[in-house]
């Protein structure tokens, strides 16, 4: 009986450790992301599953790809900062 209650309260102890760790990674939803949009700019990111780590040639064409999507979605974007500079 008292095997059976340690063994009970033993489990029920590792269980809420592993939640309670799961739980606090440290890292927001919004940091991963921003994290990801970094490596990203940086050609970090593979563009495929057998290109990791990247070489310095596929990290040079990632980070041209990500210009070059960035760049044509400044030009097609709705909102940001309106131009108030008038010629007086």
């Given at each position: 009986m008292k095997k059976t209650l340690l063994l009970l309260i033993a489990s029920l102890t590792v269980g809420f450790a592993a939640q309670a760790q799961a739980q606090t990674s440290g890292l927001t939803r919004a940091e991963v992301k921003q994290q990801l949009v970094q490596a990203e700019a940086q050609g970090l990111l593979p563009s495929n599953g057998t290109n990791y780590p990247p070489s310095a040639r596929a990290i040079a064409r990632n980070k041209a790809?990500?210009?070059?999507?960035?760049?044509?979605?400044?030009a097609t974007?709705?909102?940001?900062?309106?131009?108030?500079?008038?010629?007086?």
């Open positions: 790809v990500f210009a070059e999507q960035h760049e044509s979605k400044g974007a709705y909102g940001g900062v309106a131009d108030t500079q008038t010629d007086h």
